[in-house]
């Protein structure tokens, strides 16, 4: 596989290579205990996310000028991806959705992660873990006016899995969605066009 690194930051490869893989070791061994509470054995997921097409981003949200509290950086959205794994931003703004209807704050600690479920995972389970709506609204009082920035790693299937409903997940009460498998990579090519990142 072509990679192809920027060489107008010095020491790029050297500090995201090792992280990337670092959040891709993390991932799966987060992964491996979402297997044991779905009832299947920890390693379940390693073959299927070990030639995945995961990504690591690197968000700037640059600062606002004028009344800009409370703004809404990201609207509200899934991610398509297994699971999302987010080192805690230096400016806060990231929130989730409850049950309730109502926005949550999220400010992992300095070293902690948050960890949001996404779609995939979502239908493999058939919604037994479903996945987390979430947001950025631009911070309240000073900080409105700071930078912010983030770099979730999404971590995904293999593109050739095909993603068919867990049997232990479907029941009388709780019936398949999902009838017809997918391929994950169609999966993420139909969701990439149903949101406008690409074209049909």
């Given at each position: 596989m072509l990679k192809i690194w920027p060489d107008i930051v010095d020491g790029f490869r050297d500090v995201f290579e090792p992280l990337y893989a670092e959040f891709d070791r993390v991932g799966a061994k987060i992964l491996s205990y979402?297997?044991?509470y779905l009832g299947m054995d920890a390693d379940w997921f390693d073959n299927k996310i070990n030639v995945g097409n995961s990504i690591l981003r690197l968000l700037h949200y640059p600062p606002i000028d004028g009344d800009t509290e409370g703004c809404?950086?990201?609207g509200a959205h899934?991610?398509?991806n297994l699971i999302t794994l987010l080192l805690g931003a230096e400016e806060s703004g990231l929130q989730i959705l409850r049950p309730d209807g109502s926005w949550m704050d999220v400010s992992p600690p300095e070293g902690g992660l948050s960890l949001n479920v996404g779609d995939m995972l979502q239908r493999l389970c058939n919604h037994y873990l479903p996945s987390t709506t979430h947001r950025v609204r631009n911070?309240?009082?000073e900080r409105a006016r700071y930078s912010r920035y983030s770099m979730p790693f999404f971590l995904h299937l293999n593109s050739d899995y095909p993603i068919a409903t867990l049997p232990q997940c479907i029941s009388e009460e709780n019936p398949n969605r999902y009838p017809e498998l997918i391929l994950a990579d169609d999966y993420l090519r139909e969701?990439?066009?149903?949101?406008?990142?690409?074209k049909a």
């Open positions: 979402i297997a044991i809404i950086r990201a899934e991610d398509i911070p309240m009082g969701r990439l066009i149903e949101i406008g990142l690409l």
